[in-house]
Nanobody
Framework: QVQLMESGGGLVQPGGSLRISCATS????????MGWYRQAPGKEREFVAV???????FYEDFVKGRFIISRDNDKSTIDLSMNNLKPEDTGVYYC????????????????WGQGTQVTVSS
């Protein structure tokens, strides 16, 4: 059974940093591209970043230079390190997995996690 489990969300002040993680099981992690998405209150879920099985990364413009996506194939996990957080970064962050990185960018990964809440507020 495939499982993706996000962790590490919480409350952080504007300008602060936070790292969230996604642990996977039930998949050959090393062949999967992995992505992060977020959904703000009242808005649709949107793509944030992707890391391919080979480690190539791509970011949506609104997080470039502030967020870093990384993967650990030994632990079957990905992280999203978020810096200089803004109130508009608030939302539920989800991870997704697919063997096709284009599906990650398109917002249609095969597998989804349950999400972790990130709140940026003073």
């Amino acid at each position: 059974q495939v499982q993706l489990m996000e962790s590490g969300g919480g409350l952080v002040q504007p300008g602060g940093s936070l790292r969230i993680s996604c642990a996977t099981s039930g998949v050959r992690f090393e062949i999967y591209s992995m992505g992060w998405y977020r959904q703000a209150p009242g808005k649709e879920r949107e793509f944030v970043a992707v890391i391919s099985s080979g480690g190539t990364t791509f970011y949506e413009d609104f997080v470039k230079g502030r967020f870093i996506i990384s993967r650990d194939n030994d632990k079957s996990t990905i992280d999203l390190s978020m810096n200089n957080l803004k109130p508009e970064d608030t939302g539920v962050y989800y991870c997704g997995a697919s063997t096709n990185p284009n599906e990650i960018v398109a917002g249609t990964p095969v597998h989804w996690g349950q999400g972790t809440q990130v709140t940026v507020s003073s």
